[in-house]
């Protein structure tokens, strides 16, 4: 029944049934409509999220984006000129990125811990196999409170 409650979250599609005027309210609403940001943006143009796409989807894009943008940067960074300012920034904009996939691994795990009775160990789901280098194999809540 627990595995039942988290393959519902992940298969829900909150935004089934929006109209396009809702869809660019949300998007205005979580920051994705910012002009100085993203530039202007008119018509079909405007919109970026679909409607169609579920909880999972979301979860695994999301992650997609910012390891790819965050590759960009490090090309750009690669090809930058030593004292360059923009290398800084560009690091900086890498931290945020990394800072971003840890916020999305966390909300993944609350996910996927959702109706899970007691659980005190968090299994990443997209997690790859420790090696024998990497000490522990799971932070347990306790763990991950003290740190």
Known sequence: MNADRIKRLRDRKPLTGCDERTVVTLQQTWGMSEARVFGHRLGADALCVRTDLSVGSALA???????????????????????????????????????????????????DEEGRE???TISPPHAPAPSANDGAVAVTAATAAAA
């Open 118 to 120: 007691g659980a005190a």
């Open 61 to 111: 894009n999301l992650r997609r984006v910012l390891m790819c943008s965050a590759s960009m940067l490090a090309v750009i960074d690669e090809n930058g000129h030593e004292g360059d300012p923009m290398r800084d920034a560009v690091s900086i904009v890498r931290e945020l990125q990394r800072e971003g996939l840890g916020m999305l691994g966390l909300i993944e795990c609350g996910v």
